[in-house]
């Protein structure tokens, strides 16, 4: 079994919703911040948002605060996307994510294969 296992892509109209899904293996990702990348063509990885270990602590990127929501439950990792926009079209990545000590860059270790979120206008 691959260790990140993303679901829940697909296309939806501009202001709808999706929630992606996220199976890893706690035993391989022991005390790691979880969490989610994009990436669309021709553009940079974005961070998107992330999660501690102990779920306490969540982070999002600039761009989707107050419209996406992360979550953990066992051994996944969840995020609710509301009112999403076309510029939100790419292949999401679920991470293992590294934060730097204040908090302003992001990098990733390991990945999923991606799933893709299509919106459209």
């Known amino acids: 079994q691959a260790p990140l296992v993303e679901s829940g892509g697909g296309l939806v109209q501009s202001g709808g919703s999706l929630r992606l899904s996220c199976a890893y293996s706690?035993?391989?990702?022991?005390?790691?911040?979880m969490g989610w990348f994009r990436q669309a063509p021709g553009k940079e990885r974005e961070f998107v948002a992330a999660?501690?270990?102990?779920?306490?602590n969540t982070f999002y990127g600039d761009s989707v605060k107050g419209r996406f929501t992360i979550s953990s439950d066992s051994a996944m990792v969840y995020l609710q996307m509301n009112n999403l926009e076309p510029e939100d079209t790419a292949v999401y990545h679920c991470a293992s994510v590294i934060r730097n000590w204040d908090g302003t860059k992001w990098s990733y270790d390991f990945w999923g294969q991606g799933t893709q979120v299509t919106v459209s206008s």
């Open positions: 706690r035993r391989t990702f022991a005390d790691r911040m």
């Open positions: 999660i501690s270990w102990s779920g306490s």
